[in-house]
C-alpha cells in the first residue's frame, strides 16, 4: 500500500494478468534472447574499454577524486574536488553526474530551489550486500546463471555465479557464488560482520540445497549503500 507500482509496470514482462495466467497454466518454451553475450574477462572490462577509448583520445581520467563542490558559472562549471585531503579545480563544459541523486543537489552552486532539496531527501535507497562463497569445485550452480528468492523465509533475494556467464572469470578449479542480500544502510544486517553474514546465509544455503557449509573455504562481502531506490508513493 505505501509503494508504486510503477516499477513492477515497467519491469515485468506481461501485459495483464490473463497474460500472467497463460504463461502458468502453459509456460512457452522460447527464450527471451537467443543469444547472450557476456565480457571475456568480466563487466569491469565495460568501463576499461570506455576508459581505453577516452585516453587515446587524449582524455584524463582522475580516480579515487570525492566533489566537494559543483559551481556553476556562466559559461562553465568548475568542480571543486579532493584526493587524500588534497583540494583540486577542474574547469568542464558539461557535466554528467552519477552519483546518487540524494547527494547531487547538495553540491550545486548556487544552491537549487528548496523544493529540489526537499525532493531529494525524501528519496530513500535500499542497500546491497554481496557475499561471495568460494568452494573448491568446479561449479555451484550446475545450470543456472542465477537464481531468484523472493520468499520471506531466504535472507538473500538473488544467487549468481559469474563461471556460468564466462568461465574465463574465474580459476578453473575454484567455483564462486554470488549472494546478495537487501538491508537499510546501519541496520544489523549492514553492521553485521563477515563471519555472521556468512553463519546466517549459509543456513539459507543448505535450505535451498545450493551448497553444503563443509564445502566452503573462503568468504567475504562487498557493501553499497544507496542501490535500490524505494518506489514509494
Known amino acids: 500500500r505505501e509503494l508504486s507500482e510503477e516499477l513492477a509496470r515497467k ?23 537467443d543469444f ?3 565480457p571475456k574477462k568480466g563487466i569491469g572490462r565495460l568501463s576499461g574499454i570506455l576508459q581505453d577509448k577516452i585516453e587515446e583520445k587524449g582524455g584524463e581520467i582522475h580516480t579515487n577524486y570525492f566533489p566537494e563542490s559543483i559551481n556553476i558559472e556562466k559559461n562553465s562549471i568548475k568542480i571543486i574536488a579532493s584526493n587524500n585531503g588534497k583540494k583540486e579545480e ?25 523544493k529540489v532539496i526537499n525532493a531529494s531527501n525524501k528519496l530513500k535507497f535500499r542497500s546491497l550486500i ?4 568460494i568452494a ?7 545450470k543456472d546463471n542465477c537464481i531468484f528468492f523472493p520468499q520471506k523465509n531466504f535472507i538473500f533475494n538473488r544467487i549468481s555465479e559469474m563461471k ?18 537487501t538491508c537499510d544502510k546501519n541496520d544489523h544486517l549492514w ?14 544455503l543448505e ?5 553444503r557449509r563443509t564445502e566452503v573455504t573462503k568468504c567475504f562481502t562487498r557493501k553499497a549503500a544507496k542501490v535500490y531506490p524505494i518506489y514509494s508513493l
Open 191 to 204: 553492521n553485521s560482520s563477515d563471519e555472521e553474514i556468512f553463519h546466517l546465509a549459509i543456513k539459507d
Open 90 to 114: 577542474f574547469v568542464a563544459d558539461k557535466v554528467i553526474s552519477t552519483i546518487p541523486i540524494t547527494e547531487l543537489p547538495l553540491l550545486i552552486k548556487p544552491t537549487p530551489p528548496e
Open 36 to 38: 547472450f553475450y557476456y
Open 136 to 142: 573448491e569445485k568446479e561449479k555451484i550452480l550446475k
Open 11 to 33: 519491469r515485468i514482462p506481461v501485459k495483464n494478468l490473463l497474460d500472467v495466467m497463460k504463461n502458468v497454466l502453459l509456460p512457452s518454451k522460447e527464450v527471451s534472447a
Open 207 to 211: 535450505k535451498a540445497r545450493i551448497i
Open 130 to 133: 554481496v557475499l561471495y562463497v
Open 164 to 181: 556460468s556467464f564466462r568461465p574465463h572469470v574465474i580459476d578453473p578449479k575454484k567455483a564462486v557464488l554470488m549472494v546478495e542480500i
